[in-house]
């Protein structure tokens, strides 16, 4: 990695420079959560090597944010592209209805002796979204082949995001991402976020909704941490008394670690926090170190046996073409053999202490929140706390300028960065924070 640092002084420039990559992108790609309309037009990044990015002009941009949270130990690494180059020369793909391979079976084995001990097979799909479709679908028809139809409501938490899909949409916070399509979803029960102030409001809902629990299939939730949500952390005794009602009662557990999984929380899963474990895992985003798409759901022995029968019909009919894709496994063991290694606790150790440095030195802004490798700053404006604030545009073009990818979610800024990420560097963003804070 260039261990070179090097910082822009002054850059009077706009923070898009045209070139034709830009204006070829501009003619025939429609970008995700964009609008197009007033949006500037997209940064060609021509290569990347650890935690920076370079554009066409050779400007160098610090990855704050693990390009959408799912980089882990830095981009183009060599050791996880040797181990998928090796892989795409034996196998790159084959169906995975009836046949198998071995890098998939040795990252479901290699997952389960890290994951909760009650977990017991791993359902492989292609993204964060269809994971916990996969989940959604398995604990509702868990119930269904035992012929308890009746179950099949959802308990999801307020304000959470679990994807883009139709299902992950419905027991999603109900905003103006999924607004156009709220008659297509069907009903989701949600409990208010266990943070300080209402944890006693949440566990008395719970409790009340348990009444029910006949109806009730499952409960989704992001352990500790709302992603997309504006980084709302909570305590992990909260979610685990919130668990705990909810086996009592029959009521199936999902968690949704697509984002908090593979030590961003400073352990390697963001469930290893609580006693009491969730009957479904979700994985993704980190799980190929950022190299490829895969996703994962994992399950108990007990669900993955509600699907055996002599009746075809019990089976669990979901998957992807790309199912248990052989490259991408390779590169979920590549990033595994990495994660596990007492650098990468060492790394993820440090962030965590420099991210609590940051924090005590700024004890006076009420709204500073870390937890392992992430930082949150919720920025207080006239507008309040919304995706849609303004001062996101605001950030986001500051920062580019600055040299750094953070992507604000509106009036929260904050940071998840690789794990490989310098220190340097990371007092530099600080400084950087520091400058906007006090504009």
Request: proline residues 4%.
């Amino acid at each position: 990695m260039n261990e070179q640092i090097e910082y822009p002084v002054e850059n009077t420039e706009s923070y898009i420079t045209k070139s034709q990559l830009t204006e070829r992108d501009a003619k025939v790609v429609w970008h995700p959560f964009t609008q197009h309309q007033t949006a500037p037009l997209s940064i060609p990044i021509v290569r990347a090597e650890g935690a920076y990015l370079f554009d066409d002009s050779g400007k160098r941009y610090i990855d704050a944010i693990s390009s959408w949270w799912v980089n882990l130990h830095g981009h183009s690494h060599p050791y996880i592209a040797q181990k998928v180059a090796e892989q795409f020369l034996k196998l790159e793909q084959v169906i995975f209805a009836g046949f198998t391979h071995e890098p998939a079976v040795r990252l479901a084995e290699r997952l389960l002796e890290i994951l909760p001990k009650n977990q017991a097979k791993i359902f492989y799909s292609d993204n964060g979204s269809t994971s916990v479709e996969v989940a959604l679908k398995m604990a509702i028809q868990y119930f269904h082949n035992q012929g308890f139809t009746k179950k099949r409501k959802v308990i999801a938490l307020e304000n959470g995001y679990h994807g883009d899909t139709f299902g992950t949409m419905a027991v999603g916070a109900k905003s103006g991402f999924n607004a156009p399509f709220e008659a297509f979803l069907y009903e989701t029960i949600y409990l208010p976020v266990p943070v300080k102030g209402q944890q006693a409001h949440s566990l008395e809902t719970m409790k009340k909704l348990m009444e029910n629990a006949d109806e009730i299939a499952c409960f989704i939730f992001e352990p500790l941490i709302q992603g997309a949500g504006g980084m709302v952390m909570y305590e992990p005794e909260m979610l685990d008394a919130l668990i705990k009602l909810a086996k009592e009662n029959g009521v199936l557990t999902i968690a949704d670690e697509i984002m908090t999984g593979f030590g961003r929380t400073g352990k390697l899963f963001a469930t290893d926090y609580i006693e009491t474990k969730p009957d479904i895992l979700c994985l993704s985003k980190g799980l190929t170190g950022g190299a490829m798409a895969l996703g994962v759901t994992s399950c108990t022995q007990e669900i993955y046996d509600a699907f055996l029968s002599e009746d075809r019909r019990k089976t669990l009919f979901h998957s992807h073409s790309f199912t248990a894709n052989p490259l991408a496994c390779t590169a979920g063991l590549a990033s595994m053999d990495l994660l596990l290694s007492e650098e990468t606790e060492t790394k993820i150790f440090k962030i965590n202490q420099l991210h609590q440095e940051f924090k005590q030195k700024h004890t006076t802004h009420p709204n500073i929140t870390v937890k392992g490798t992430i930082l949150s700053i919720e920025i207080q404006t006239e507008e309040g706390t919304s995706y849609f604030n303004n001062i996101r545009d605001i950030a986001y073009k500051f920062f580019i300028e600055k040299g750094i990818l953070i992507r604000p979610l509106g009036n929260v800024i904050y940071l998840l960065p690789p794990y490989c990420i310098l220190e340097e560097d990371l007092k530099y963003i600080y400084g950087c924070i520091e400058e906007f804070l006090n504009l």
